[in-house]
C-alpha cells in the first residue's frame, strides 16, 4: 500500500461554520479519519465572497489541509465529499511536501484563543437592483396567449 501526500482545499458552508467552528472543521477531519488518513494540518484559510452561487451559497469559509492517504482509499474519499451537503466543493491535489511554515500556521488555531473572525462587511445580502433603462427606450408588450381557453383538436 503506497501512501501519498495531499493537500485539499474545502469550501464549507458558512452556516455551519458560524455555529462551531470546531463542528465544520471536524466534517472534513472525520471523513480522513475514516478513510484512514494521517492528518498533517488542516486549517481555516480564509472566508470569501463565491464569484457564483453553489447550491445556493454566496459566501464559503475556505479550509486547507494535509494528510497522508492510501492510493486505494481516495476514490471513496472523493465521493464522501460529494454527497457531504456541508463540503460545497473541493480540490485535492498530490504534493511532493508539506510547505514551510503550514505546520505553524496550523498551530496558531489551535491556541486556546483563537476565535474565527466575524464576517467581512461585504457579507450583507445582495439587493436586486432594476437594469437602468437607456433614455427613450419603448416598453415592449408581448402578447401572452391564455392557455386556459385552448381548444383542444382531437385526433
Given at each position: 500500500m503506497t501512501t501519498r501526500l495531499y493537500e485539499t482545499m474545502v469550501l464549507l458552508d458558512n452556516q455551519v461554520v458560524r455555529e462551531d467552528w470546531s463542528k465544520a472543521k471536524g466534517v472534513v477531519t472525520d471523513l480522513l479519519a475514516k478513510h484512514g488518513a494521517k492528518l498533517h494540518t488542516a486549517r481555516r484559510w480564509d472566508e470569501k465572497r463565491l464569484a457564483y452561487p453553489i447550491r445556493g451559497k454566496r459566501r464559503a469559509t475556505f479550509l486547507i489541509t494535509y494528510f497522508e492517504i492510501g492510493n486505494e482509499h481516495i476514490h471513496a474519499l472523493r465521493r464522501d465529499f460529494e454527497l457531504n451537503e456541508r463540503v460545497l466543493r473541493y480540490l485535492m491535489l498530490r504534493v511532493e511536501k508539506l510547505p514551510e511554515?503550514?505546520?505553524?500556521?496550523?498551530?496558531?488555531?489551535?491556541?486556546?484563543?483563537?476565535?474565527?473572525?466575524?464576517?467581512?462587511?461585504?457579507?450583507?445580502?445582495?439587493?436586486?437592483?432594476?437594469a437602468p433603462r437607456r433614455e427613450g427606450a419603448e416598453e415592449l408588450e408581448v402578447p401572452v396567449p391564455d392557455l386556459n381557453n385552448l381548444a383542444v383538436e382531437e385526433v
Open positions: 511554515g503550514e505546520a505553524e500556521k496550523a498551530q496558531l488555531e489551535q491556541a486556546a484563543d483563537f476565535a474565527v473572525p466575524a464576517p467581512p462587511a461585504d457579507d450583507a445580502p445582495d439587493v436586486e437592483k432594476p
